[in-house]
């Protein structure tokens, strides 16, 4: 499986890995991070309940990361059908907890099921920040996977109307965020999104990208400075 893939590609993608990995779950960027793209509420007495009840339903989702030829990395997200829960809406590949599973186990089990991506294949590199949805009042554990490539993805029509990718670095650019008023049944709101469909990437995956993509450009930043360093000591 990585037979065709540059070494210096894998030193990189074990990197990212690790880097995740070994991450103080005290030091991740949290609320902060996805708080840069929550819909805010134009009316200053409306209130959006941030943390979970007693009956919140524990929930998953996976955050899949794969290269391509030129070892970029993408992320794999999904349209939902009309027949589900947040129809319509791009998602990560995940749901609600069954039975005895860990929610990574959930994670993992909704990926396969969404997409057609086998758990086998993923190497998890852990959860972060967890996320209230107070709309369906989901307590939502965002986990990373890796996996070694493009994976075959087969859409369960039932759930998934299309597989979307984008590229991390892509999306790290002001290019696809875009801010809208939007005027929701609740109350109208200024929505922050990515602008990388005809429909709209918000909510909260767009809360949970906000954290990842944090996360990903704080090891850029440290990958660069171990680069300049060897640099430094190798002249």
Do not use: C
């Amino acid at each position: 499986m990585t037979d065709n893939l540059p070494v210096y590609f894998f030193m990189k993608h074990h990197r990212f890995y690790h880097y995740i990995k070994n991450l103080d779950p005290d030091k991740l960027p949290g609320q902060p991070a996805q708080m840069r793209m929550s819909p805010t509420p134009l009316d200053p007495d409306f209130i959006l309940p941030r943390h979970p009840t007693e009956t919140a339903h524990p929930s998953s989702v996976l955050i899949p990361i794969y290269p391509d030829s030129n070892q970029k990395l993408h992320v794999v997200l999904t349209l939902r059908s009309d027949r589900i829960r947040h129809a319509g809406q791009i998602s990560f590949p995940g749901g609600r907890q069954e039975n005895r599973e860990s929610l990574e186990e959930t994670a993992l089990r909704e990926l396969h099921e969404e997409v057609g991506i086998p758990g086998s294949i993923v190497k998890t590199a852990g959860p972060i920040t967890p996320l209230y949805l107070h709309r369906t009042d989901n307590q939502i554990t965002p986990f990373v996977g890796f996996l070694d490539k493009k994976p075959t993805l087969t859409p369960n029509p039932i759930e998934v109307s299309e597989i979307v990718t984008a590229e991390l670095d892509a999306l790290l650019t002001e290019e696809y965020k875009k801010r809208e008023q939007w005027d929701l049944p609740q109350t109208s709101f200024d929505v922050p999104f990515w602008d990388i469909h005809d429909v709209p990437l918000w909510g909260a995956t767009a809360m949970i990208m906000s954290e990842f993509l944090t996360i990903y450009e704080n090891f850029k930043q440290s990958d660069l400075s171990i680069n300049s360093e060897s640099l430094q000591k190798n002249n």
